[in-house]
C-alpha cells in the first residue's frame, strides 16, 4: 500500500520538480536574453552615436567661406615686384564661421597671380617684404637680390617666394588658390604647397590684365 502511494506519488513529485526546474531555466534563459540583449543594445549604441553626432558635427557643414571676396582687380598687380595687400578671409573650421583679417603678397607669373602667404614656412613667422613707406621696392635683403625676409631665424626669399639655399625654410611660400568672381574682384580660396623644385607649378586659372 504503502509502496503503491509511493509509486503513485512520484511522479507527480518528479513532475513538480520538472516544472520548477523548467521554470528556473526559464527564468535564467530570461536574464541572460535581457543582459545579451542590453549589453547588445548599448554597444549599438556605442559605436552608432558618435556616427550621429558627426554627421551633424559644424566640420561637415557646408562652406560658405570656401572663397572670400576681396575688393581687388587683377589690374592691382604686376609681374615686376610683389603687392602687399589686405583682405577679410573668411574661414570655416571645426566649430566657427567667422571673417579674420590676413595679409599676403601678390605677383603675376605666366598669365597668372600668385598669391602668397606671410607665413614663413621654417617655423611660421610672418616674413618681411621689401617695402617702404607702402609701397614695393626692389629687393633689399640677400645683398639686393632677395625680397623676402624672416626675422626670426633669417630666411630670404625671392620675388616669387622661393627661399635661398643657405635659408632654414625648406621650401617656397605657400600660394592661395583664387578664382575671378563675375565683377572682376578676385576671390581667394585655400592655400596650395609647393616645393622647391615645383615652385611656378600654379593650379590657379589664367587671368586677363
Ligand atoms: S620662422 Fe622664418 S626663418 Fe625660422
Known sequence: MDRGKES????????????????KGLT??????????????????TVVSPLIVSAFDP???GGS???????????????KLPTHV??????????NSQDKPNDVYVITYQSKL???????THLGCHVNGSIQNGKSVAP????????FFCPCHGSQYNIYGVPTPTSPAPRPLDLYEYKIDTDGSVMVGGTISRTNSTWDVNPNPPIQA
Open 8 to 23: 503513485q506519488q512520484q511522479p507527480e513529485s518528479a513532475t513538480r520538480s520538472s516544472v520548477n526546474a523548467n521554470r
Open 28 to 45: 535564467r534563459r530570461q536574464f541572460l536574453t535581457y543582459v545579451l540583449g542590453g549589453t547588445g543594445a548599448f554597444m549599438g549604441a
Open 59 to 61: 566640420i561637415h557643414r
Open 65 to 79: 567661406g570656401s572663397f572670400s571676396k576681396t575688393n581687388w582687380k587683377v589690374s592691382d598687380f604686376n609681374d
Open 86 to 95: 589686405t583682405f577679410q578671409q573668411h574661414i570655416d573650421d571645426a566649430w
Open 114 to 120: 600668385m598669391i602668397m602667404s606671410h607665413t614663413c
Open 140 to 147: 633689399e635683403y640677400g645683398g639686393g637680390k632677395e625680397w
